[in-house]
Each structure stands twice: as C-alpha cells, then as structure tokens.
C-alpha cells in the first residue's frame, strides 16, 4: 500500500524550470516502478516520465532532453525536474506507483496516484 503527495507545481513563464515532488507516506516505494503523467483539460492523460526500481529511465519524446526524472528510495520521494518550460506542458502532473510495469506508457499499469500538482507555463 502506497500513498503518494505531489507537490512544487506553480506558474512560471515558457524557458523557465520547476521542480517537482512525490513523497510517500505509509509505506516506502523502494520496490516501485515510478511513473510521472499529466492531464490537460479536455485532454487524455499524458506519459511524461517513469523510473524502474532498478534505476532505468525512460521519457517521452515531447520532453526528453528537458526533464528529468530521479528518485531518492532513502526518502521515500521521486522528482521531476523540468527545465525550459513550454506553455504545452500546462497540465496537472501526477504521480504514480506500480509493483511492476510491462508498459510504463500506460496509465492502467500504476497501482497508485497522487493528487496531481498544477503546472502552468506562460508564453
């Protein structure tokens, strides 16, 4: 059983960086699959980013080269640093958690969500 809390969403304007986090609460993640998506209105939820257990990243192409997905198992929290901000990737991000994925790209493989953190870019 894992809880999880995003948090470090805001407004900032296109070419700017935000930090995102996801901590856990009751339970350590240490053996999940990680995986961040994101949501805009009217818009189907969206693969952004996910980290295996083991280590191994993996991003979409819309934001590869800009984020950056990391986690820290000690504190029970994964990040996702976005850098070079574009007004598309205005979205509510969300983090999510499964025992094990066979494709990160899909929602249904992830056990477990947060909340999800507003992200809005200005152009």
């Known amino acids: 059983q894992v809880q999880l809390v995003e948090s470090g969403g805001g407004l900032v304007q296109a070419g700017g960086s935000l930090r995102l986090s996801c901590a856990a609460s009751?339970?350590?993640?240490?053996?999940?699959?990680m995986g961040w998506f994101r949501q805009a209105p009217g818009k189907e939820r969206e693969f952004v980013a996910s980290?295996?257990?083991?280590?191994?990243?993996y991003y979409a192409d819309s934001v590869k080269g800009r984020f950056t997905i990391s986690r820290d198992n000690a504190k029970n929290t994964v990040y996702l640093q976005m850098k070079s901000l574009k007004p598309e990737d205005t979205a509510v991000y969300y983090c999510?958690?499964?025992?094990?994925?066979?494709?990160?790209?899909?929602?249904?493989?992830?056990?477990?969500w947060g909340q999800g953190t507003q992200v809005t870019v200005s152009s």
């Open positions: 999510a958690a499964a025992l094990s994925t066979y494709d990160y790209r899909l929602s249904r493989q992830y056990e477990y």
């Open positions: 009751g339970r350590t993640f240490s053996s999940y699959d």
């Open positions: 980290m295996r257990s083991g280590g191994s990243t």
